[in-house]
């Protein structure tokens, strides 16, 4: 059995972490952040910190693998070329590009409104958070497409 190379495996790295923030993402958008507003303002803060700190254990191992993954397998192709059949430098830096958008709106957006929102239900913080939000939801949507898209071709 040939192995495979380290292209492929970043690739498939940046599957196993994308695709599940994709879905997380949606489920933040479309589940967690509506019910922020019906929480009431006496339990919001408690229930707030908690959503905060759970979530995080889910999505900060998997954002630092994506990013990873990701610079990697770009500084591997833009040192060495790409690599036949895999990845061009092209989708490389598009994949990255959209990491690094998610990460950008995540650290200067949302972290902030986060912030006011921890000390208590903000309706104009709350608004931000949900219209920003729709950045990181279609990065890792697009990522998600563009990797699926590489590894169908792989097949």
Not at 76 to 87: D, F, N, T, Y
């Given at each position: 059995?040939?192995?495979?190379?380290?292209a492929?495996?970043?690739?498939?790295?940046?599957l196993?972490t994308?695709?599940?923030?994709?879905?997380l993402?949606?489920?933040i958008?479309?589940?967690?952040?509506?019910?922020?507003?019906?929480v009431?303002a006496?339990a919001?803060?408690?229930?707030?910190?908690?959503h905060?700190?759970?979530i995080?254990?889910?999505?900060?191992?998997?954002m630092?693998?994506?990013?990873?993954?990701a610079g990697?397998?770009?500084?591997?192709?833009?040192?060495?070329?790409?690599?036949?059949?895999?990845?061009?430098?092209?989708?490389?830096?598009?994949?990255?590009?959209?990491v690094?958008?998610?990460?950008g709106?995540t650290?200067?957006?949302?972290?902030?409104?986060?912030g006011?929102l921890?000390?208590?239900f903000?309706?104009?913080?709350?608004?931000?958070?949900?219209?920003?939000?729709?950045?990181?939801v279609?990065a890792?949507a697009g990522?998600?497409?563009l990797?699926l898209?590489?590894?169908?071709r792989l097949?």
């Amino acid at each position: 059995m040939v192995p495979p190379s380290s292209a492929r495996v970043l690739l498939w790295i940046q599957l196993a972490t994308t695709l599940p923030l994709a879905g997380l993402i949606a489920t933040i958008q479309w589940v967690h952040y509506p019910l922020f507003a019906a929480v009431g303002a006496e339990a919001f803060p408690a229930y707030h910190a908690a959503h905060s700190r759970l979530i995080t254990l889910l999505v900060a191992p998997l954002m630092m693998v994506e990013l990873a993954a990701a610079g990697l397998m770009w500084l591997q192709l833009v040192s060495r070329g790409a690599e036949p059949g895999v990845m061009s430098v092209g989708l490389a830096s598009l994949g990255l590009a959209l990491v690094l958008l998610a990460w950008g709106v995540t650290g200067l957006l949302s972290v902030p409104a986060h912030g006011v929102l921890a000390h208590g239900f903000d309706a104009a913080a709350h608004a931000r958070l949900v219209s920003t939000n729709y950045l990181r939801v279609l990065a890792w949507a697009g990522r998600s497409a563009l990797l699926l898209w590489v590894a169908w071709r792989l097949r």
